[in-house]
């Protein structure tokens, strides 16, 4: 193989490369419009903000469930195999538990999200900044490679949504919490 080719090879598999993270988040954004117009209201008077923030919580929450799964029996496997038990066993299953507990909670929460509910808002917005953060300080580790920034990109603009629900909710509960037009009966 010549120095030609061998460049060519290179440049190939970056392009490769990139095409597969563009299919794939392609993938991901026609998925997220796909849940949002399934779930959305038929009146139009819902904020578009908290119906995509719900799609979107159902969506990566069965993706980090699925995840959490895999991650922790790779871990496991892992783990069993090393001689000694430190802070590096520790954070690989902190993250596998992380993962299933954010998917969890995204997954309980997306229909009160849709809804516009500022407690379930809020309890989104803690768990995904506690996760967020979790994969922030986990970039900085060695051997993480190019695993982490995707992941984290997804849960950027997720926060960023959420954040978008909870001004578009501001004006949606009355005094103490309770939403206007509850009846208590």
């Known amino acids: 193989m010549n120095m030609d080719e061998a460049r060519f090879a290179i440049v190939l598999t970056r392009a490769l490369r990139i095409a597969g993270e563009v299919g794939a988040l392609t993938l991901v954004i026609a998925l997220i419009l796909l849940v949002y117009r399934r779930f959305r209201p038929s009146t139009g008077t819902v904020p578009h903000g908290r119906q995509a923030a719900a ?3 159902l969506i990566l929450g069965v993706y980090a469930v699925i995840g959490g799964m895999g991650h922790s029996g790779a871990v496991a496997s892992l783990a069993l195999n090393e001689p000694g038990y430190g802070p590096v066993q520790i954070l690989r299953f902190t993250t596998g538990a992380m993962l ?3 998917g969890a909670m995204n997954i309980a929460l997306y229909r009160s999200i849709g809804a516009g509910r500022r407690w379930a808002i809020g309890v989104a ?3 995904n900044l506690l996760f967020w953060s979790h994969l922030f300080l986990a970039l900085t580790l060695p051997g993480t490679g190019g695993t982490v920034p995707p992941p984290l990109g997804v849960w950027t603009v997720y926060l960023c949504w959420l954040g978008a629900a909870a001004f578009a909710s501001r004006g949606a509960q009355g005094v103490g919490g309770i939403d206007r037009g ?4």
């Open 55 to 57: 799609a979107m919580a």
């Open 100 to 102: 299933l507990y954010a």
């Open 125 to 127: 917005l803690a768990t």
């Open 182 to 185: 509850q009846t208590w009966a």
